[in-house]
């Protein structure tokens, strides 16, 4: 199991920028991929940005142009680079650890609020 713990959550304006952080320990992680998701009042959680081992990243094809993820092996920490924010981005975002192609082990989620 990997423990997960998001950072970076806040009240922002629309059209400002914040940088989620999520601080793995447990397992080796240089050997899994990690995703995030976001989930808003009301509707499902959904996928935002993955990350593979080696550092290949892909997107949800919404957030392609204003959200960058990466990693840092050396930290252990994955990270999400949310520009140009919109209200509708409004969510809790959460981290997760890939499995055997199943996010398994997720962190509590860090809270983002974008004011119109």
């Known amino acids: 199991q990997v423990q997960l713990v998001e950072s970076g959550g806040g009240l922002v304006q629309t059209g400002g920028s914040l940088r989620l952080s999520c601080a793995a320990s447990?397992?080796?992680?240089?050997?899994?991929?990690l995703g995030w998701f976001r989930q808003a009042p009301g509707k499902e959680r959904e996928f935002v940005a993955g990350?593979?081992?080696?550092?290949?990243?892909y997107y949800a094809n919404s957030e392609k142009r204003r959200f960058t993820i990466s990693r840092d092996n050396a930290k252990n920490t994955v990270y999400l680079q949310m520009n140009s924010l919109k209200p509708e981005d409004t969510a809790v975002y959460y981290c997760?650890?890939?499995?055997?192609?199943?996010?398994?082990?997720w962190g509590q989620g860090t809270q983002v609020t974008v004011s119109s």
């Open positions: 997760a650890r890939k499995y055997r192609s199943v996010y398994v082990d």
């Open positions: 447990g397992r080796s992680f240089t050997a899994y991929d």
């Open positions: 990350i593979t081992w080696n550092g290949d990243a």
